[in-house]
């Protein structure tokens, strides 16, 4: 049973659409969280969401949307999708500090 | 702001040796955690060890173990007995809190390792 489960896993789009990813954790975890990893590899957080609430939104494009309809499912909506926008998402979620993050097997978003 | 910093862009070890894997971090903070975590290929990321700064025994998993020098702000990793499965990206992370329940690590940028038969 995955703890963190991402769909879908590969995303392949036109440029100026509207794409949307699903994340969902079944560990019981209060926060989540999205972070995405460019084409060097480097990690970037995005956004946090703690039992619904927005904790972190960090300068990202307004076309970027999360939204969190329980503490267990955060998703990722991107309008008007950009040839930057391509990169890897990760969803991730955390109960306190100690044991870090769960990730999901994350979403390669492609923009053609 | 916290940064990491990883040093080694890439790195490789002939399997069964030792090698280490370096991490310096600059923080203003007392208490916090630090992490490593690994990516294969597959693009899964693992928790490898994890560190709590409170402690100063150094943390070991299995064939892996850190050494962590707080006043140096200083974080490396030990992988002994190397497989060929080690064959990863391995990222050091630190948490901060960002409120609310809410931690936010910041990544290193990672280095590559490659185990050779």
């Known amino acids: 049973d995955t703890a963190v489960s991402q769909t879908p896993k590969y995303l392949v789009t036109q440029m100026g659409n509207d794409k949307s990813i699903k994340c969902e954790q079944n560990?019981?975890?209060?926060?989540m969280y999205w972070y995405k990893q460019d084409s060097k590899k480097f990690l970037k957080i995005m956004f946090s969401?703690?039992?619904?609430?927005?904790?972190i939104n960090e300068t990202v494009p307004n076309r970027f949307s999360p939204k969190s309809p329980d503490k267990a499912h955060l998703n990722l909506h991107i309008n008007s999708l950009e040839l930057g926008d391509s990169a890897v998402y990760f969803c991730?979620?955390?109960?306190?500090?100690?044991?870090?993050?769960?990730f999901g097997s994350g979403t390669r978003l492609t923009v053609v | 702001a916290q940064t990491v910093t990883q040093s080694q862009p890439e790195m490789s070890v002939q399997e069964a040796e030792t090698v280490t894997l370096s991490c310096t971090y600059d923080?203003?903070?007392?208490?916090?955690?630090l992490f490593w975590y690994k990516q294969p290929p597959s693009r899964q990321m693992i928790l490898v060890i994890r560190?709590?700064?409170?402690?100063?025994q150094n943390a070991t998993e299995n064939r892996f173990s850190v050494n962590f020098q707080k006043a140096a702000k200083s974080f490396s990793l030990k992988i002994s007995d190397s497989q060929l499965g080690d064959t990863a990206m391995y990222f050091c992370?630190?948490?901060?809190?960002?409120?609310?329940?809410?931690?936010?690590?910041?990544f290193g940028k990672g280095t590559k390792l490659s185990v050779i038969p």
């Open positions: 969401y703690n039992n619904k609430e927005l904790i």
């Open positions: 991730a979620s955390s109960q306190g500090s100690n044991y870090g993050y769960t």
């Open positions: 560190q709590e700064a409170y402690k100063q």
């Open positions: 560990l019981g975890h209060d926060t």
């Open positions: 992370a630190f948490s901060t809190f960002s409120g609310a329940g809410s931690y936010q690590l910041t």
């Open positions: 923080t203003s903070e007392n208490n916090y955690y």
